[in-house]
């Protein structure tokens, strides 16, 4: 048996997810990491920039081209990774890939940042460790901001933990045609009006149904904080201002909750976690150095 620790990470050409590969191979000898890019140019080019950083690095890095939102690409995927390991287990996913709703309507936007992971995440299954393996779900502050603007029918829904796969394909077939007659999901006054919100919202409800269906296995999302990003960096263009000024931290400081809930104890399953790696609620905004949530 090998000693080695495999994690994919998709989405990691770049920005937060190319940090979490770097900071695995940084402060862990024995980890070899699939980078997940949907383009493998750009995901060569990401596994020279981590080598030029952190010298011998890319001898641990393999990239896959992966598209999240093609099937094929994620199953050839799982096909290259499952040659690489062998008779080993896959121990850790991390489904980084994520798009903003500035240049994408609802639909891409939830076929990426909702479905992307669910593909991955079916593809991936038969293959993570099931003795100690990890999924995280890279998340966001604007899903319990956007669930914080509902109206408690649809608070109650994105907050169940006893949803069902089906139920959320159905939340988000009512979602797409109500944007479709009101022209935009913003008008149709459902949360804050954010696909982006919404979609990391429903997120974090799949974390909580794939984690009571697969119990032998620890699934947690998080947030990574406030990180200057090719999403976020638009911000602080429109208002003039540099990122650092609007908050924005380096990437290299949003891996923490993902080093943790891939290494650590998160002492449960199916949570959500803020960038500080402390457990938060689902509903509210929990600012980090705040208490813990209790789940209370």
């Known amino acids: 048996m090998s000693d080695t620790i495999y994690v994919l990470v998709t989405g990691a050409n770049r920005g937060i997810g190319r940090a979490t590969v770097a900071a695995m191979l940084d402060e ?4 070899h990491v699939f980078l997940g890019s949907r383009d493998a ?3 060569e080019e990401a596994r020279d920039a981590i080598d030029d950083e952190h010298p ?3 001898s ?3 990239v896959v081209q992966l598209d999240v939102t093609d099937d094929e690409s994620v199953q050839r995927a799982a096909e290259t990774i499952e040659t690489t390991i062998g008779d080993e287990s896959l121990y850790g996913l991390v489904n980084n890939a ?4 500035r240049n994408a309507d609802l639909r891409q936007v939830l076929d990426v940042n909702v479905r992307g ?3 991955v995440c079916e593809a991936c299954l038969p293959l993570l460790d099931r003795s100690d393996g990890r999924i995280v779900n890279v998340s966001s502050a604007a899903g319990p901001n956007f669930v914080n603007e509902c109206e408690a029918e649809h608070r109650d829904f994105l907050t169940d933990d006893e949803v069902t796969w089906k139920a959320i394909e159905s939340f988000m077939a009512e979602c797409l045609e109500a944007a479709d007659e009101a022209g935009d999901f913003e008008s149709t006054g459902v949360g804050d009006g954010r696909a982006y919100g919404l979609s990391k919202a429903l997120l974090n409800t799949y974390t ?4 009571r269906n697969h119990s032998d296995l620890t699934i947690n999302a998080c947030t990574p904080g406030f990180i200057e990003t090719g999403m976020t960096r638009p911000m602080a263009e429109r208002r003039g201002k540099d990122p650092e000024e609007l908050g924005m931290k380096p990437p290299e ?5 993902q080093m943790f809930l891939l290494f650590g104890d998160p002492e449960g399953s199916g949570w959500y976690f803020g960038s500080d790696a402390e457990r938060s609620p689902l509903d509210r905004y929990r600012a980090p150095g705040d208490p813990p949530y209790t789940g209370d």
């Open 28 to 31: 862990r000898d024995d980890t």
């Open 41 to 43: 140019a750009r995901g």
């Open 56 to 58: 011998g690095a890319a």
């Open 60 to 62: 641990r890095i393999e």
């Open 98 to 101: 994520g798009i903003g709703d």
């Open 117 to 119: 992971p669910r593909r």
């Open 208 to 211: 909580m149904y794939l984690a």
């Open 253 to 257: 400081e949003g891996t923490t909750a």
